[in-house]
């Protein structure tokens, strides 16, 4: 295995984040390389590490956002899973707190499956801390991420869940691992 760290990015990493990278890439079981994308729209950024994963032979991307911090093991737990797409638990920044877990779409369908040691099949997971094998970009369309808006402009799809539908209408499923402790900074922690 060898693992991209891709951390899309509008040109600043938290310190915290830094100090939960390093203390992660420590314990990491297998060779990484650590990505950055700066620029204005996220899901370019997100775009471009994917294809600076590809170009680098890695097997795996671990998407971990300029903003979140999270315990040094969480990435072993997502590996140790053996899924295509999993992510960890962790809410938006806003109050009142919200998971970026999605049980259902914004048509309604409803995916939510629990699995014994805090494992779920999901509709969709945040990209801020999601572990995703690279196999999985040869068989979804290009946008791998996009904004979606709906007929009001209001978004409805935000590029992770994007994403998320798009592997899941290829036949993947969406896992995440609710004992991974992560969590989202801004103005407090998330």
């Known amino acids: 295995m060898k693992i991209a760290i891709g951390m899309p990015t509008y040109g600043t990493i938290r310190t915290n984040t830094v100090h939960s990278l390093l203390k992660m890439v420590k314990k990491l079981p297998c060779e990484y390389n650590l990505l950055t994308q700066t620029g204005s729209y ?8 994917v294809k600076m994963a590809k170009k680098l032979d890695c097997t795996h991307l671990l998407f971990v956002d300029h903003d979140m911090i999270f315990e040094s093991k969480a ?3 997502l590996i140790n899973h053996n ?4 992510g960890a638990d962790y809410n938006l920044r806003k109050l009142p707190l919200e998971s970026t877990i999605k049980r259902a779409d914004p048509n309604g369908a409803e995916i939510w499956v629990e699995h014994p040691n805090g ?4 509709c ?23 904004l979606e808006p709906d007929k009001d402009g209001s978004i409805k799809y ?4 994007w994403f998320c539908r798009k592997a899941r209408e290829a036949g993947y499923k969406i896992w995440c691992d609710l004992t991974a402790k992560v969590q989202h900074m801004g103005d407090y922690t998330y």
Not at 42 to 49: C, D, L, T
Not at 83 to 86: E, L, S, Y
Not at 119 to 122: K, N, R, S
């Open 42 to 49: 996220i899901q370019s950024n997100r775009e471009e590490i």
């Open 158 to 161: 935000g590029e992770d869940m």
């Open 83 to 86: 899924k295509d797409i999993i």
């Open 119 to 122: 494992l779920v099949e999901c």
């Open 124 to 146: 969709a997971v945040g990209m801020g801390f999601t572990l995703i094998n690279l196999l999985v970009f040869d068989h979804i369309p290009h946008p791998w991420f996009f």
């Open 75 to 77: 990435v072993e737990k």
